[in-house]
């Protein structure tokens, strides 16, 4: 998930903003403070388009971000917590002064920017993290798979030298030599299927983390 773009607005004119992608957020701002005026609610999740708009609404100022992904809220939340802390302890920051013409506004915009950069940062690196436990545990199910296939191998071993010893007294029949054959070869697909499998996987997990280009 990344954050995008972030604003401050007192009722629906907009203190200041700072958009980290091109495109045009106006609009779809303009409406979404509208609609957060209008139900005057602390927090709202509102999706416009390709963007996802969080609201912190407190003593009239409306605290914003959009995000490109829908099913984190704990990010956003948390920037515009930090955000609304940050403009209310600043006095300059009060209702009566601040205004979009204010060289506050601009000033301000760097405290957005460190603030989305932040948590940007923290995204991409939970991303790696999750990246490295995902395979990590493909790894634990290679082992697994691997360890399973030994212990079956050195049952199947077993059985040949039994059948070894047989030979010994006895000449080994074409069926018997059929059985082993396929008791080999099931075996050798089996550890071609899962390492195919386990490639696949780890190629799947670095495309979904955009570790490489799909």
């Known amino acids: ?29 303009a409406t979404v403070l509208k609609l957060v005026l209008l139900r005057a609610e602390p927090k709202t999740i509102i999706q416009m388009g390709s963007f996802v708009y969080h609201t912190l609404f407190i003593d009239g100022i409306t605290y914003l971000c959009a995000s490109d992904n829908a099913l984190d809220t704990v990010t956003p939340s948390a920037l515009l917590k930090n955000v609304s802390e940050t403009f209310l302890r600043n006095p300059l920051m009060s209702q009566e002064h601040f205004s979009p013409s204010n060289a506050v506004a601009t000033d301000f915009q760097q405290v957005l920017g460190k603030y989305m950069m932040k948590y940007n940062k923290n995204q991409e690196d939970s991303s790696i993290s999750a990246l490295k436990s995902q395979v990590t545990d493909v790894k634990n199910v290679m082992t697994q798979n691997i360890d399973k296939i030994l212990e079956r191998e050195e049952r199947l071993n077993i059985f040949t030298d039994r059948t070894d010893d047989l030979q010994t007294t006895a000449k080994e029949s074409p069926k018997k030599r059929k059985i082993l054959g396929r008791i080999w070869w099931k075996h050798f697909k089996k550890i071609i299927v899962i390492t195919m499998a386990i490639l696949l996987s780890i190629i799947i997990i670095l495309l979904s983390t955009n570790v490489i280009p799909a």
């Open 1 to 29: 998930m990344t954050i995008t773009y972030s604003c401050i607005a007192n009722g629906r004119a907009v203190l200041a903003e700072l958009a980290l992608t091109g495109g045009s957020y106006q609009e779809a701002v």
